[in-house]
């Protein structure tokens, strides 16, 4: 019996629908968890070596040598998708938190400043924002070298602007409030009133963002894989695999694309929750 | 003669994780056709549940018991389609903050239009008709032109006569009027009312006033029920209630409105005043209603001298300027001229740098209007407090400070159990008190209070008011107090400066203002109080221009 049965009856509605948040923020975490688990251990668990050619038949379909099959160089897809967690988790992670880091630190030098210093922050910002995403990861490849580096950078540099503009403008109205002028009247410092003050006021805005370019990481370093920006062949991540299994699709043999898919849908969704619940949190704190 | 609407021991219920809990009990009351009733009481006593439960506007799982009869028809009996067209026809409601209740994108005229064009199937160009006539019926000028305009042109007073405008459209017998003039500067309350009271005579209304002010309600009103604790202690015939009322809870009520402290006696005359302003003058740059750059004269060349321990009252109107004043004096604003000095030093140009910003904090201190918006949400109160501390005294032990977090508790009178608890769990007096404590944390000599007690109850502001003479004595803090409410002046000040327009009109002591005003405009905001036998009366005075806080000084020629 799940906690909103439990809390099902004569409690009333808000009651029952917090619960039922709760549920699925715990559901949300176990699955995180999981995810990060297999992305840490995924290379001592796999049942074969990943880049193994013919380990099995081509385009082979599930079975209980191959759980998910096998894909169209008879490579097991199990196997490549425990190894290729690593990649697939862990790099959105870190393109999610510097493009984080570095827009919320740009918005707020923006916000404080004002004047000109906004309004070039602001032109700077545009101008990042002209340039597609890929194209940076062209230029990081020719700076860094092939490899994980250079897209997670390119993606890192290509975020910053989203998390920018929006938390520039939570900021501006955070900062026009009477508590901000209050605390200036009490003499407390600027640097406190940022970290104390500020970027706390951030947090509900900024995770929501968080949770939300994880999944857009995730998706557009597939593609950059896909590009072979990315990481190299035959190194697997989820991906890259989704994107090479498309000929299988149309061959009606789907395990190559679908098993990774699934595992993109449901990291995305925990994320997603994850990120919600936060948002969540701290506006209670707040009100 | 039946009533228009009776309410008949109705019993509200919120719901509570523990089984649902009762907010009113048995609410009793009826009206007349024709006839005001006022329910008064502090912000919790379910004065505005009682009115929201006759308009079908309770928050969602809200239960009641009891009757609501409209017309002698008990509203339990009601289709839900049969209750909706009762609701949209034969009640109006007015609310307190009218711009929260208008789409600042659209139009006056999309409002006024909208609900004749979807609930009533009237045509496009006849609603627009009659919303100009309804516009003209408040009292509203060129009716054409404001239903151009969008709400953030307009001033709070005119947006109220949009409301009631509104309510009017489909010719209600009753309005329900909750707490419509607490936004609103003492003139404009008075125009506001005084619209109403041209309405119910030429309309027969019914009227239903909520309002924490009870001689407002007495003067405007036939009968009024005093509210407390979700229970009706009273009801009263507004022309007796100062002679009839018995209950306890009425007379605090009216002694808080009413009661007029003896002024302090003005400190001695003193050499070397604490603040000296001198020729202030600032102006605003904003965008006029054709789109080009307009300049808003704000402060007008305000001089002001405040004594050590003296305490100052500056009067006036929202757009007075007496906010910009008090902005300027603490660096939130640059003056564009003038000279500013406090306790000796020059502060005519907003501290630079945390060193000079943190020095200034150390003598003049400030307690905002809203104390739910000047305290930071996520804080506690003993975070809040502390942090205060702390940035006078970096290097103290956390002893020390928890200690003086502590005294300053005391000092305001707050319970030491409420130290972990957010602005959010307190009252508004309780919000006020953090304020006043975190303001006092630096030992400031000078204490500047804009508008403080405004957003609060009449109960509430007694207290708070209490409290900072209190603090006043204890502690020879100087007082600049920033208000619209002449009668707060008269608890606390003993110099006043009466302003308008960015200009000072009169200054003198509280005593001479207050019982002998001179110029034309002071007499204008006495009269405006409500008191006993007082009727709301229309003035123009120019003051119903379109800009909300900054107003220009050439809207009437001096």
Redo the contacts between chains.
């Keep these: 019996m799940s906690v909103a049965q439990i809390a099902g009856g004569t409690t009333p509605a808000v009651a029952r629908r917090a619960a039922k948040r709760d549920w699925l923020v715990l559901t949300a975490l176990v699955v995180f968890g999981l995810v990060v688990i297999i992305a840490i251990i995924g290379p001592w668990i796999a049942p074969y070596d990943p880049d193994q050619l013919y380990a099995g038949p081509i385009n082979g379909a599930s079975s209980l040598v191959h759980p998910f099959g096998t894909d169209d160089l008879g490579r097991d897809i199990l196997s490549r998708v425990l190894v290729g967690a690593g990649a697939s988790v862990f790099a959105p992670i870190v393109v999610v938190v510097l493009s984080t880091l570095l827009g919320v630190a740009v918005a707020v030098t923006g916000a404080w400043f004002g004047g000109w210093v906004s309004g070039g922050i602001a032109r700077i910002i545009d101008v990042i924002f002209a340039i597609p995403g890929l194209v940076i990861a062209v230029l990081a490849v020719a700076v860094f070298g092939k490899g994980l580096a250079a897209p997670i950078v390119a993606l890192s540099i290509a975020y910053i602007p989203i998390v920018a503009r929006l938390s520039q403008t939570a900021a501006s109205r955070e900062l026009g409030k009477p508590y901000m002028a209050a605390l200036r009247v009490q003499g407390v410092s600027s640097l406190a009133i940022c970290f104390r003050h500020l970027v706390p006021a951030l947090i509900p805005i900024v995770a929501a963002q968080m949770a939300i370019g994880f999944g857009y990481a995730m998706l557009d370093l597939a593609a950059i894989s896909f590009l072979g920006l990315g990481q190299q062949p035959p190194a697997p991540d989820w991906g890259s695999m989704i994107a090479n299994g498309q000929a299988g699709i149309l061959a009606g043999a789907p395990e190559q694309s679908v098993f990774p898919a699934i595992f993109v849908v449901v990291t995305v969704l925990a994320v997603g929750a994850l990120g919600g619940r936060v948002t969540v949190w701290a506006e209670e704190k707040e009100r | 003669m039946t009533p228009v609407l009776e309410i008949d021991a109705l019993d509200i219920f919120a719901?509570?994780?523990g089984?649902p809990r009762q907010l009113v009990f048995g609410s009793t009351l009826s009206i007349g056709k024709g006839e005001a009733v006022g329910l008064v009481g502090e912000s919790g006593s379910g004065k505005t549940l009682t009115v929201r439960a006759v308009a079908g506007l309770l928050p969602?799982?809200f239960t009641t018991r009891g009757m609501i009869r409209i017309d002698g028809e008990d509203i339990a009996d009601l289709s839900p389609r049969a209750l909706r067209d009762l609701r949209a026809h034969r009640l109006g409601m007015i609310f307190q903050t009218p711009r929260a209740h208008l789409n600042p994108l659209r139009t006056i005229g999309d409002f006024m239009t909208e609900a004749l064009v979807h609930v009533a199937d009237v045509r496009q160009q006849d609603a627009e008709r009659r919303a100009r006539e309804l516009l003209d019926e408040v009292g509203i000028t060129d009716p054409g032109r404001r239903m151009r305009q969008h709400p953030a042109e307009l001033s709070g007073g005119l947006l109220q006569r949009v409301m009631i405008a509104a309510a009017l459209a489909m010719d209600p017998e009753i309005l329900l009027a909750d707490e419509i003039t607490t936004a609103l500067d003492v003139t404009t309350q008075e125009e506001v009312m005084a619209v109403i009271a041209d309405l119910r005579r030429h309309r027969e209304l019914s009227l239903l006033f909520i309002t924490h002010d009870l001689a407002l309600a007495g003067a405007v009103c036939d009968r009024v029920n005093v509210m407390q604790h979700g229970r009706i202690v009273e009801t009263l015939a507004a022309a007796t209630m100062r002679r009839d009322a018995k209950d306890e809870y009425t007379k605090i009520l009216m002694s808080a409105a009413l009661d007029e402290a003896p002024p302090i006696a003005a400190a001695a005359d003193v050499v070397q005043p604490i603040l000296r302003i001198e020729d202030l003058h600032k102006t605003y740059r904003v965008r006029g209603a054709d789109g080009r750059r307009e300049e808003l004269v704000a402060v007008d060349g305000v001089s002001i001298q405040l004594a050590p321990g003296g305490s100052l009252g500056i009067v006036g109107e929202s757009g007075s300027g007496k906010s910009t004043t008090a902005?300027i004096l603490?660096?939130?604003e640059r003056a564009d001229a003038g000279t500013l000095s406090v306790d000796g030093h020059d502060w005519s140009r907003p501290a630079r740098g945390?060193r000079e910003?943190?020095?200034?904090?150390?003598i003049?201190?400030?307690v905002?209007?809203?104390p739910y918006?000047?305290?930071?949400?996520?804080q506690t109160v003993g975070q809040c407090l502390a942090?205060?501390i702390r940035?006078?005294r970096p290097k103290d032990s956390r002893d020390a400070v928890t200690a003086r977090v502590l005294e300053l508790m005391g000092q305001v009178r707050l319970d030491e159990a409420l130290l972990g608890t957010?602005p959010?769990a307190l009252s508004g007096g309780q919000r006020q008190r953090v304020?006043i404590a975190?303001?006092l944390?630096?030992d400031p000599v000078l204490l500047v209070l804009d508008e403080a007690v405004s957003a609060l109850d009449v109960t509430t502001q007694v207290e708070i008011l209490t409290l900072l003479d209190a603090i006043r004595r204890e502690t020879g803090v100087a007082l600049l107090m920033i208000t619209h409410d002449l009668t707060v002046i008269r608890r606390l000040c003993d110099q006043v400066v009466v302003m308008r327009q960015g200009r000072i009109e009169e200054r003198g002591t509280a005593a001479d203002i207050l019982d002998a005003p001179q110029a034309e405009y002071t007499r204008l905001l006495l009269d405006s109080i409500p008191r006993e036998g007082w009727q709301p009366r229309r003035r123009r005075l120019g003051r119903t221009q379109s800009l909300p806080t900054v107003t220009r000084s050439t809207i009437i020629p001096e």
């Design positions: 719901p509570d994780p089984g969602d799982g902005r603490l660096g939130l945390g910003r943190r020095r200034r904090a150390k003049a201190q400030m905002f209007q809203d918006q000047s305290l930071d949400r996520r942090e205060a940035v006078h957010r959010r304020a975190r303001a944390a630096a």
